[in-house]
């Protein structure tokens, strides 16, 4: 229900990333002034989705791509958000300070070179958000964000992720070994597609 603008240099939102709005919103609503975080924030559509779903909430965004943070500003300002929003250049955790009552991240999760990639997708969306260039194998950045999240989350607090297609039970299984707990949803057809991670 809320306008944002998309350029080249940001991924498209869509319908899945929904779910991990409507998640975050329930998670969150028992908090007081909750204080939430997102990892490559893109053009601001679920942070700022869930600070204007929720009054109270004040966050920070941290994003590794300067022209993709220029779009979240944007988005940022038009949404009169900037007195509660902070918006930081950066990759993961870097520039996080504190501790969150939820960080949320759909991180690239795409494997070098996957034939299944849709041109479209290939074509016209930001290599940076689709990519997984860290391990290759497209859980890279989920491997990070759980293992860096101790320390960094409220103990009743957790990190909320969307994934890929068939990559929940590896994702969950990288949390249950760091001693996570773990919660999936699936997406309107039925596909395991957001993941929370807690205490």
Do not use: M
């Not at 779009?71 to 009169?80: I, M, W």
């Not at 795409?110 to 290939?122: S, T």
């Amino acid at each position: 229900g809320h306008a944002f603008e998309v350029t080249p240099e940001v991924l498209v939102p869509r319908p899945e990333t929904e779910l991990l709005v409507d998640w975050a919103l329930q998670i969150l609503s028992s908090v007081d002034q909750p204080r939430i975080a997102e990892i490559g924030v893109g053009s601001l559509a679920v942070l700022g989705s869930v600070a204007l779903e929720n009054s109270g909430v004040t966050g920070v965004g941290v994003e590794v791509c300067p022209q993709a943070l220029e779009v979240a500003r944007r988005n940022s300002c038009r949404h009169q958000l900037d007195s509660r929003l902070q918006l930081h250049l950066g990759s993961h955790f870097e520039p996080l300070e504190g501790t969150f009552d939820l960080i949320i991240a759909n991180p690239p999760y795409i494997v070098p070179g996957d034939p299944q990639l849709e041109v479209a997708v290939a074509a016209y969306e930001p290599e940076v958000a689709l990519i997984d260039h860290l391990d290759g194998d497209g859980l890279g950045h989920y491997r990070t964000l759980i293992h860096g999240l101790q320390g960094r989350v409220e103990r009743s607090g957790g990190l909320l992720l969307e994934c890929g297609f068939g990559q929940a039970p590896a994702i969950a299984e990288v949390a249950r070994k760091s001693g996570w707990s773990v919660e999936i949803r699936e997406d309107l057809a039925s596909i395991p597609r957001a993941i929370y991670v807690h205490s």
